[in-house]
């Protein structure tokens, strides 16, 4: 009987471990986010997303998901997502002189006062930027 106990603690505490693992998003080199604090991961329909604060709504914004099917997004940390500033007074996107010349009006989002260009992830209704106009 006291063997069984053990070998059934020993069994649980191993689960318990195996999902306090999993549930590391952030900050250890073997999640997905490596990089960012605790408080800058929500989850969105059961994925984690890393957030940036939005300082103009004071609400934070994903930028980067961890999909099924690979990361969505941009990596908030690298700036090769980063566009040229666009011509004072042109329009944001649909035309060949616009910041985002092939994005459609809807998928543009402004973000801390910039305009970036979002994609769907997929199985949810939230938009992550995907590259940004300084």
């Known amino acids: 009987m006291k063997t069984a106990t053990i070998l059934a603690s020993a069994g649980l505490m191993m689960l318990g471990t195996i999902g306090l693992a999993q549930a590391q998003t952030s900050g250890t080199p073997g999640s997905p986010f490596p990089n960012a604090a605790p408080h800058e991961i929500t989850t969105i329909n ?6 940036v604060l ?3 709504s004071n609400t934070r914004i994903p930028v980067q998901c961890a999909a099924p ?3 969505v997004g941009m990596d908030p940390m690298t700036t090769g997502s980063v566009l040229v500033t666009p011509a004072p007074g042109a329009a944001v996107s649909g035309t ?3 910041a985002f010349p092939t994005a459609a009006p809807h998928e543009i ?3 801390n006062g910039v305009p970036c260009r979002t994609v769907l992830v997929q199985g949810t209704d939230t938009r992550v930027p995907v590259e940004c106009a300084r």
């Open 46 to 51: 059961g994925m984690p997303c890393r957030t």
């Open 109 to 111: 989002r402004m973000i």
């Open 96 to 98: 060949p002189a616009s």
């Open 54 to 56: 939005d300082r103009e």
């Open 69 to 71: 099917s690979g990361m």
